[in-house]
């Protein structure tokens, strides 16, 4: 079982940054991908970012690329987001996710474990 929680959710300027933090309780963070998704009022959860287990490499949705950086400290059961040159369009409920296997995945239906989300707002 894996427990996420994530936080660091907030109001922001367009072109500012936030870092979204998502703390996982269990003992298979370790071994689990991770993933971060978002979604929209009235839109479909979409793909933002996924970093394999062990940090062995990531990918990135296009929307997100190039401003969007995330990480993992194992030691501290935490998957980051870095987001930077934050636009409007980037509002959303951001949702972190755990995968039990090695490999991330870019479908909602692959991971395992949600957490509740956190509330990003971007005004122009």
């Known amino acids: 079982q894996v427990q996420l929680v994530e936080s660091g959710g907030g109001l922001v300027q367009a072109g500012g940054s936030l870092r979204l933090s998502c703390a996982a309780s269990g003992r298979t963070f370790s071994s689990s991908a991770m993933g971060w998704f978002r979604q929209a009022p009235g839109k479909e959860r979409e793909f933002v970012a996924f970093?394999?287990?062990?940090?062995?490499?990531?990918t990135y949705g296009d929307s997100v690329k190039g401003r969007f950086t995330i990480s993992r400290d194992n030691a501290e059961n935490t998957v980051y987001l870095q987001m930077n040159s934050l636009k409007p369009e980037d509002t959303a409920v951001y949702y972190c996710a755990a995968r039990t296997v090695i490999w991330g995945s870019t479908r909602t239906r692959d991971y395992d474990y949600w957490g509740r989300g956190t509330q990003v707002t971007v005004s122009s």
């Open positions: 970093m394999n287990r062990g940090g062995g490499g990531t």
